[in-house]
Structure formats: C-alpha cells, structure tokens
C-alpha cells in the first residue's frame, strides 16, 4: 500500500496534469509579465527532498531510469511548446491555445513515460512518485520556456 505521501504526490500531480491540459486546450491570452516556472519549481522542490526519489538499493539502474525517463519527459515538453497555436490581436494581445497536436505530444508523453516505469519495474528499481512529480516539473518548465521564447520571437515580446 503506498504511503501518505506517496498518494498526495500522485494527487497532486494527477491535479496539475489535468489543471493545465484543460487550460491549453482554451484560447488565453498569453501574459508576457508572468512568469512560467514557480509551479515547475516547487513540484521540483517537492520531489528532490523525497529521500526515495532514487532507489538506494538498485543505485546505478534507478538513475539511469530517472535520468532517461526525465530526458525523455524535457523533449516531450519542448514538443508539447511547438504544437500550441499562437496568434495576435490587433489590440497587441497574443493567444494560445492548444491543437490536436498538443493532445497527441500529452498522449505521447504519458504512453513514454509508462514505458520508462515499466523499464525500471524490470530493472527492480522502486520508483516513487517523487519521479513523477520531477518528471511534470521538466515538463511544465521546458513548455513554458519554449512558449515564452516563440512569443517573444515572433511577437518580439520579452522572453523571461
């Protein structure tokens, strides 16, 4: 049976996943001013202080897993930044919303990062939901940042 914390983990993550997936796939307006990574930054937080982020008893495999399964994760968010749909208003307001595409770099990004569970589930590494929690925060970052730096070429806004 998973522990407290693990449970909250999962929740909070699963929370976000939908908060935000629900959210890119309405027309917003995208606010130049805000800044896109305290989310990333505490889900970060919270993950990197679980002592069981990596599984001491399997050391070599459990950061392999980890690495490759947030690598994998970062591009998927750089993926995830290209499909949204961006466009300005004659007022200079600029919209985002997400496409068909965006759902299917979601989908991929879930089917992979399965994948890499089921890799490490083989290896014997013990993963918490402390990688999944790391996993979103690279995810949520590399989005933003990829979002942030088309505005701002395209629409020469400020990037950060």
Known sequence: MPSPSALA????AVAVVVLVVGRQMKARRVDTDRRFWPVPLVLAVVALRDPALVDRDHEGA???????SVGTVLA??????????????????VWAKGTRATLAAW???IVLRIGWYLLG????????SAVLLLSLAGLLLVRGAV??????????????
């Open 9 to 12: 983990n999962v929740l909070i």
């Open 62 to 68: 459990a950061v392999a897993v980890l690495a490759g």
């Open 76 to 93: 998927m968010g750089c993926v995830w930044g290209w499909t949204v749909r961006l466009w300005g208003e004659a007022d200079g307001t």
């Open 107 to 109: 989908a991929g990004m």
């Open 121 to 128: 589930g083989a290896l014997h590494v013990h993963q918490g």
């Open 147 to 160: 979002l942030k730096l088309r505005v701002a070429q395209r629409f020469d806004r400020v990037a950060l």
